[in-house]
Structures are given as structure tokens and as C-alpha cells.
């Protein structure tokens, strides 16, 4: 019994193999260059038309005595800013509060600075806690604004 270790294939080069080589290697660069078209063209920036997204509603500004709390802030000074305050002294301080259509408040800006930025940003984030009822006019819900004062003493 005699093993050929070395065996060498003999292909013509006119074969169904190198045929089917060939056109597979056609369809790869064909694959190719459509993946690194693609590629490119999503690189490249596209031209298209900007949209405004921003919400072309107005906001309504309302009185506070025409909102309603679903859940009322605790407005109370926090011990870590009565450091700097004498007993008995009264702060004031006003807020700007926007509630969206649900009645949730969105955004809350300092119109009047009790002039303690420790008890400022404590109102701000007190009155970020609380819920509001949604504002209606002519029974639709609106988005509205409305000023909150807030008048603080401290023991």
C-alpha cells in the first residue's frame, strides 16, 4: 500500500472552478463598493429643510389665585440656611413658575431674590416638588405662567 503525501491538483484554467472564482470575485467587489458607497453617503452631511420643533402655543399668564395645587409644596427653611439669618427676620421672594398642559411644573426662574442664595434655590427646588391642577380656558388645558411670592421668617 503506498500514501501519496503531496498531492498537487491540476486545474485547467478553463475550468468550471476558475469560472466560478472568477465571478465570485466580481459579485464581492461588487458588495464592496455598494457598502463603501453607502458608507460614504452616510457620512456625508445631508441637505435638508430645518423644522422648528420648539411649541408655537403660547403661554398663559394666569393670577395664583387661579391655580390649584394637586400636591402643595412644604415651603420651610432648611437648617443649613439659617446660619446666616437673624431670628425673626422676614424674607420675601418671587418666583416665575411654567406648568405644562398636565398641570406639571416645567421650569421655575427667580424674579425676586430673597437675597439668601441658600434659601432661594431651596423655594426653587421646594416648589419643584409640588403639582399643579391643569389650567383651563375655555375648557381646553393650557400651558400657563404665573407668579408665586413667598414670604419667609425665620425663628
Known amino acids: 500500500m503506498t500514501r501519496k503525501l503531496h498531492t498537487k491538483l491540476a486545474f485547467n484554467k478553463d475550468s468550471h472552478f476558475f469560472t466560478n472564482i472568477k465571478s465570485i470575485s466580481a459579485y464581492s467587489l461588487l458588495v464592496t463598493m455598494f457598502a463603501l458607497f453607502t458608507m460614504t453617503a452616510s457620512i456625508t452631511p445631508a441637505q435638508a429643510e430645518l423644522i422648528d420643533l420648539t411649541e408655537s402655543e403660547p403661554v398663559t399668564q394666569v393670577s395664583i389665585s387661579n391655580a390649584y395645587w394637586v400636591k402643595m409644596p412644604t415651603f420651610r427653611i432648611d437648617y443649613h440656611?439659617?446660619?446666616?439669618?437673624?431670628?425673626?427676620?422676614?424674607?420675601?421672594?418671587?418666583?416665575?413658575?411654567?406648568?405644562?398642559?398636565?398641570?406639571?411644573?416645567?421650569?421655575?426662574?427667580?424674579?425676586?431674590?430673597?437675597?439668601?442664595?441658600?434659601?432661594?434655590?431651596s423655594a426653587i427646588q421646594q416648589a419643584k416638588r409640588g403639582r399643579m391642577k391643569p389650567f383651563m380656558i375655555k375648557g381646553k388645558a393650557v400651558r400657563a405662567r404665573f407668579r408665586l411670592p413667598i414670604e419667609y421668617t425665620a425663628p
Open 81 to 121: 440656611c439659617l446660619r446666616k439669618m437673624n431670628p425673626g427676620t422676614k424674607l420675601n421672594l418671587l418666583l416665575d413658575v411654567s406648568v405644562d398642559k398636565q398641570g406639571k411644573i416645567t421650569s421655575i426662574k427667580i424674579i425676586k431674590s430673597s437675597g439668601n442664595r441658600c434659601l432661594d434655590r
